[in-house]
């Protein structure tokens, strides 16, 4: 049984990241990763809508949502190169090397019909970010009604905030910068209409703004450091999950998001013990 109501939709990027120093492949990409982080966090319902390539890479991804209970009906596979990224570790940081800019997926935007609109009203959430080739789309499913979570990562520029964030319902973002430029930053974004926005600031933890008051929650100690890939992901699946969770229970604003939080924070630490995003990984030669 489900530990939370709640249904999450990942429309966007999938990726394969390769990783040079152990010769695997792991299955991955922001919104894969939430899909499946979203389902581990105890979410009773989460599905993948994307497009796929044709090739092993592509095969390896499809595999893993199909071993971790996402849903993929409305994905679809096209003839060409699936994305990729090519990374390896230093010091349990990830480091990237090379890129495709999302194979075929980059070359193909996903342009939603009525019949897509429709499936992703049935989810609470959709979740998307700045490298799913989704952003003129997300008018169309506000229009619609949906609640629009979004990754705007760390390189995410201000006219690309502005031109995206009005349509956003839950903001997210990497921040490496001091409380007070955090802060900034974070009302900056829920002013353009985001109704919360939060910034990941790795070891220092995050911290959350809902327009008026900010929610700081530290980062929590790590029995185990694998893999930092996933971190970030893993905390806006969870931080969805309980969230939505609790507020379609009842629980006041304040006592869900402080809630939702924690147990992101802990969820995402223990992600960091995991080799790749979530771990079915492949050997290559």
Known sequence: MSKYSTKLLGFGDNVVDIYDHQKTMYPGGNCVNV???????????????????????????????????????????????????????????????????????????????????EYMKGFDVVHSGNYSFTEGELHKMKEAGIQISFDFSDDSTEEYYRKTAPDVTYAFCSFDGTDQETEEHLKKIISMGPRLAMASRGAKGCILYDGEKFFVQPAMPLKEVKDTLGAGDSMIASFLTVYTGRIKNGFDQDVAIRESLKEAAAFAAGICGIEGAFGCGKKYE
């Open 35 to 117: 899909s499946v982080y979203g389902k581990m966090s105890g979410c009773e319902k989460t599905a993948y809508m994307g497009y796929f390539g044709d090739d092993e890479e592509a095969e390896l991804v499809i595999d893993a949502l199909k071993k971790n209970g996402v849903e993929t009906v409305k994905c679809r596979q096209l003839h060409g190169e699936n994305g990729y990224s090519r990374i390896t570790l230093k010091d349990g940081d990830r480091e990237f090397l090379d890129f495709n800019e999302g194979g075929i997926r980059g070359k193909t935007p996903y342009v939603l019909d009525r019949f897509d609109l």
